[in-house]
């Protein structure tokens, strides 16, 4: 199993742009999907972006379309999150995914078919 370790976290304005990073402890390329899920307390987890194990094809959730970018570097096995014009609403905790195989689409749709997590980064946006 694939440990993930997120980082990058933290509290910015309304605007401003945050990079998330997520260490993975072993190569994922061709092997594992890796992906982006936030969770704000009494609500469900939720996608915000994926990329699949070539690193070719992603996903992303409406509300970050245009503002968020997810890419890889396979030569440190880390995945990153690259999130700009950030608003009061991306406020959440933020994990890292990775899940072996199947389609991206219905994987940022439900969450609960993550094979492993990360233990998340908070990310606070004030207006």
């Known amino acids: 199993q694939v440990r993930l370790m997120e980082s990058g976290g933290g509290s910015v304005q309304a605007g401003g742009s945050l990079r998330l990073s997520c260490a993975a402890s072993e190569a994922t390329y061709n092997t594992y999907h890796m992906g982006w899920f936030r969770q704000v307390p009494g609500k469900e987890r939720e996608g915000v972006a994926v990329l699949d194990s070539g690193g070719w094809a992603s996903e992303y959730a409406d509300s970050v379309k245009g503002r968020f970018t997810i890419s890889r570097d396979l030569t440190k096995n880390t995945l990153y999150l690259q999130m700009n014009t950030l608003r009061p609403e991306d406020t959440a905790m933020y994990y890292c995914?990775?899940?072996?195989?199947?389609?991206?689409?219905?994987?940022?749709?439900?969450?609960?078919?993550?094979?492993?997590w990360g233990q998340g980064t908070q990310v606070t946006v004030s207006s």
């Open positions: 995914a990775a899940k072996r195989g199947g389609d991206l689409l219905a994987w940022l749709l439900k969450p609960s078919e993550t094979q492993n």
